[in-house]
C-alpha cells in the first residue's frame, strides 16, 4: 500500500521538534509496510529531503524570506499577527496543488491522506480527481475554529467533507464539530504518545509515584503560554494551596509568558501564605524530564479561549500519564476523551481556580486514590493511545475505501 501524507508542517531536520506525533504516526505507518511520501511547504526555502527515511516532498510558495506562513507557530496565529501573510495563501495552494499532481503522477500512491482539510483538501483535489485516488480528510480542530472569524471558510470545508472517502478527526469533540457541519461518518483517531519508553519503564514510574515522598507536593504543567491552556486560572488556584505543602512549576514560553509572571507576582503579594510558582523557561529534553520525575501531579487547566479555540486532544495528557503521574484537567474540548473523571483522572470545570486546587488537596492527600488513577491512565491508554491500535485502524480505513 501507498500513502501520500499531505500536511501543513514537517520535521525540517532530524532535531527538529515540530509535529512530533506526526511523525511519529508516519514511522509506524512504515514499520507497518506501508509505502509512505509527505508533501508539506517549504520553510525559507527549504528543498525536499529525508526525514527517517522517508521522502518530504517541499513545495515552495513565494520567496524564501516570504516562506514563513507555516512552522514555528499556526498560519492562523501568525496571519493574526502579520495581516499581510495572507496574501500568501493563494500561491500556497496552487503551488501545493500542481506539486500534488506531480508526485501523484510519479508515486501512484493507493490513498492521499490530508491533515488540517483547510486548506489541504484542495491542494489534494486535482491528483484525487486525476488520478481517481482515495481521499482522506484528517480534522485537529483549528480548521474548524476558523469558521467563526471567516464565515466563507463554512462552505469550502463542507465541500471539501463531501469529497472524501474518510474523515478522521483527533476528539469526540472535533468530531462533533464535524458533523455539525455535514452529516457524514467520523472515525476517531487520536495520536499516541511520542515517548520511547516501554511498558515496564512506564509501571515502575507508576509506582515510584504513587509513593513518592517529596518535601512539597509538586503541580507540574508544560506548554505554550497561551490564552487557551487556562494558566492565569492556575496561578489563581495557588492563594487556596497551603504554601508549605505545595508548589506550582510551570514549563514552557510563550506569548503570555510576561504577563503571567505578573500575575504571579500579584497572587503572592496577595495570598503570601499560597504555594509558591516557580516559571521554569524552555528546557531541555532531560531537564524536563527530571520535572516529570520530582513532579506529583500534571494538570491541564484549559479552557474556551476568547477566540472559542481550546484543546483539541491534550497529547501532553497522555504523555504525562506514560510517565506515571495522575492528572487534573479541564472537561474542554477533547480533554475528556483522555481522562475519564475518576478513572484516568481528575476533571474540573475550566476556569475555577478553587475545583483545581481542592483536586490537588485530594491527590495530596490519599495516596490510595492516586495508584487507582494511575492504574486507570494505564487502562486508558491501552484500550485507546497505542500506537498499534491508532495504526491497525487507520490502515483497516484505508483498504476499506481502497476497495470501495
Known sequence: MKVLVIGSVYPRFH?????????????????AGVEIQVLAPAYKGLKSHEIDGVKVNRFRYAPASWEILTHEEGAPS?????????????????????????????????????????????????????????????????ELLLIRKKKWVKPLLKFAIGQAQAVFANSSFTAGKIKALRNVD????????????????????NALVAHKVTDKFKILFVGRHIERKGICYLIEAAKYLPRDKFEIRIVGVGDLTEKLKELAQQAS?????????????????????????????????????????????GVV????????????????????DVV????????VPEKDPQALANAFKRLESDPALVQQLLEGSQKRIRDCFTWDGIIERQIASYKKIIRK
Open 186 to 205: 467520523v472515525e476517531w483517531s487520536p495520536y499516541g504518545t511520542t515517548l520511547e519508553k516501554g511498558g515496564n519503564a512506564r509501571g515502575e514510574a
Open 15 to 31: 532535531e527538529d521538534a515540530e509535529v512530533p506525533w506526526l511523525r511519529t504516526s508516519v514511522a509506524h505507518l512504515r514499520q
Open 269 to 313: 503579594a496577595a495570598a503570601p501564605e499560597g504555594a509558591e510558582i516557580i516559571f521554569t523557561g524552555k528546557l531541555s529534553p532531560e531537564a524536563l524530564t527530571n520535572e516529570y520525575k520530582n513532579a506529583n501531579v500534571f494538570t491541564l487547566p484549559a479552557i474556551v479561549d476568547s477566540k472559542g479555540d481550546t484543546e483539541g486532544l
Open 78 to 142: 501568525k496571519m493574526a499577527s502579520k495581516p499581510w501573510l495572507q496574501l500568501l495563501a493563494i500561491p500556497y495552494i496552487i503551488s501545493g496543488f500542481f506539486r500534488c499532481i506531480k508526485i501523484c503522477r510519479k508515486f501512484r500512491p493507493d490513498v492521499i491522506h490530508a491533515h488540517w482539510p483547510f486548506p489541504h483538501a484542495y491542494i489534494a483535489l486535482g491528483a484525487t480527481k486525476l488520478f481517481r485516488i482515495p481521499l482522506v480528510l484528517n480534522f485537529h480542530g483549528a
Open 340 to 347: 475519564v473523571d475518576g478513572e484516568s483522572g481528575i476533571l
Open 317 to 336: 495528557l497522555i504523555e504525562a500519564m506514560e510517565l506515571g503521574l495522575p492528572i487534573v484537567a479541564s472537561d474542554v474540548g477533547g480533554i475528556p
